[in-house]
């Protein structure tokens, strides 16, 4: 199972599954950058 988490605007800004937490980091509406708890970084 996983949880979200969600800014004033409706942007998810977090992912919690497995015990692994992702946040992403956004230009506006669109999602530019995901980072993951080992560090790995994807765009």
């Known amino acids: 199972m ?8 409706g942007r998810r800004y977090s992912k919690t599954e497995a015990g692994a937490t992702t946040s992403y980091l956004y230009d506006g509406q669109n999602a530019v950058q995901e ?9």
Do not use: N
């Open 35 to 43: 980072k993951s708890e080992q560090q790995s970084i994807r765009s």
């Open 2 to 9: 996983a949880s979200f988490g969600y800014d004033a605007l």
